[in-house]
């Protein structure tokens, strides 16, 4: 079995998003290198989608 990195994994996702139409800002990217990096916890991940999504309405 192949050994794949995390920033291979992420660019992948990122490739496969955008082929489905759909696109990630830098700042995301950013937090899901965090988050996969253990810099950056579960929940505080949430909190700051959340934030982001209120700061949309």
Known sequence: MQNITTEK???NQVASAKME???FS???????REYADNKLSHE???KIVAQ????RL
């Open 9 to 11: 994994a992420i660019q």
């Open 21 to 23: 139409g759909l696109g």
């Open 26 to 32: 830098k700042e995301s990217i950013k937090l899901i």
């Open 44 to 46: 505080n991940l949430i």
């Open 52 to 55: 982001k999504c209120a700061e």
